[in-house]
């Protein structure tokens, strides 16, 4: 059942390999299982899922392929754990045995239980060498032995690897998802850069390492100037109208946004619909700035994120105004107004909270060809982190747009 449960993870996206393979076989002949399925439940996660929103779909291949699996299992042991269950009781020993059953060590005992698991055969009630009840072996249930190994008795399953796996604990992970905070602050905290500046007070571990290594061993401590956050984003958001259902996704980004550390600069503004000149302070649409004042103050390595359904009346992407947002004959489309910012920014970015199906036609589709555009789900914040980060459009973005 090895390798059809590695199609079955591939089946389901997970990226596992031969690298992978090896490495749980190696577990596996390591014995960090503990011969259970429980325990190679444990093991096979923690080797194989390479990402935490990988968890949910894990779970699902391993309860896939190994449910029934234990149901053998139980049903052979069944007549043992019944028996153990029942265990009857014996007379009190003197002080003199009970001092010699305590004479053995913890490895001993484990090396005898194994050995008496190959041997028996049948079930055992009272003496001293056999897993049963009633006697004085370090194995079973209701005997005199201090020292030991309790087999039976009443117990959950709780802890079971398919019970685990059933209960789907880690369905909030997957990256299909629409963002929750949790998730968001880790997205956006991928987006960090940083710089060094300053005085060189700051160990530099691996430069002294390879110092000392060429000065013959002695030591020679290598510094440099510390790491500062150098990451400068511009976020602006559509509020109103037809963003009124994701309010509250939009209030989460807003909350995480603003709390955040790991940016040298953070500007927010706010929109509706379209840009038309202007940039707001408030979701008011009060104060801000215009976008000729907004390009002449920040440079184009700051990165620009732009927020919205993109869904919006034909008309309004060719309404024409000046830079207050004042409709004028003679004025620059709403279109215009969006391709400045996007031809500005040498890093930018829309997020969409719409289903990428309603993508292909209307104002979407338009805004879509001015802008790289990403869901606004776990997944789709992480390509938009590295498309900012590195300027790569990950594969299958251009097909949505």
Known sequence: MYLPFFYELRRRGLKVGAQEALALAGALQAGLHDSSLDGFYHVARALLVHSETQLDTFDQAFLAHFKGVETAGLELTQELLSWLEEARERPDLSPEEL??????DPEEIRRMFEERLREQQERHDGGNRWIGTGGTSPFGNGGFAREGIRVGGKGGRQGMALMQAGARKYAGYRDDLVLDTRQMAVALRKLRAFARDGSPDELDVDETIAATAKNAGELEVVTRPPRRPNTRVVLAMDVGGSMDPYAAVMSRLFSVASQATHFKELRIFYFHNCVYGKLYATPQLTGGMTIPELTAQVGRHHKLVMVGDASMAPY??????D?????????LEGLTWLMQLAQHFERNVWLNPEPLGTWRSGTISVIARVFPMFPLTVEGLGEAVAHLTRGRTVKGVAARR
């Open 323 to 331: 830079a207050e947002g004042h409709y004028k004959a003679d004025g």
């Open 99 to 104: 001092a010699l059953l305590e004479q053995l």
């Open 316 to 321: 309004e992407l060719s309404i024409r105004t």
